[in-house]
């Protein structure tokens, strides 16, 4: 018997795609979505291949289809038997500083980021409200602790808007919910692979992700993650005059 059920949303590669292989080894069934159908099939033929006594459901979804991401989370609860926790992953990283000709690319983060999110919430919290009990993960990033300068201007402030809408769950107390946000640092995934100067800090996906998982596993309120050195430096970056976080930046 499996150690419980998990929809975890833009799996098809990077740090969710992770959290497929960690999760499935800790025991749990998966209900995975991306747009890109494909790729899940190899991560799915993976995992099946690693844990052969897990489920793997895979839907294609774009988080920005408001009824289909309803729709999809539906069809994986009903196929998995109920869903324990949900991880609202998807995400983009595009962006421009504002005014210099790139709306697009800000807008299209803006609605991948939190308005697709704010579906993932709205279908998951039907499910957990209709079952009595739920875990809703955020993967928020560090960046959502103060804004950010130029192409990370609307990325950051999409992040935080993310942990604001956890903590207004959280403080309606709805009975049988857990909700976590996670912040990563910088670990390597798709949405960085591009970024060929060396990054201070910077982990590799299976070992920032294990740091994700175990903090999932704990139901953290809060996590940053990996705690070293991204416990130091987010308190830092609380305090610290907005003139200092930009040089850090």
Known sequence: MGKGKIIITGASAGLGAEMAHQFAALGYDLGLCARRREKMEALRSDVIAAHPERTVELRALDVTDHDAVFTVFHELSQALGGVD???????????????????????????????????????????????????????????????????????????????????????????????????????????????????????????GVRSMVAAIEKRKTKAYVPAWPWVPIGWLLKLLPLSLVRKLT
Do not use: C, W
């Not at 192409?151 to 049988?176: D, H, I």
């Open 85 to 207: 926790r949900v991880i609202v992953n998807a995400g983009l990283g595009k962006g421009a500083a504002l005014g210099k000709g790139r709306a697009d690319a800000n807008r299209r983060t803006a609605m991948t980021n939190f308005v697709g999110a704010l579906s993932q919430s709205e279908a998951a919290m039907e499910i957990f409200r209709e079952q009595g009990r739920g875990h809703l993960v955020m993967i928020s990033s560090m960046s959502a602790l103060r804004g950010m300068r130029k192409a990370m201007t609307v990325y950051a402030a999409t992040k935080a808007g993310l942990a604001s809408l956890a903590e207004g769950l959280r403080s309606e107390r709805v009975p049988g919910l857990d909700v976590s946000v996670i912040y990563p640092g910088y670990i390597r995934s798709e949405m960085n692979e591009h970024v060929t100067q060396k990054t201070p800090f910077m982990v590799d996906t299976k070992t």
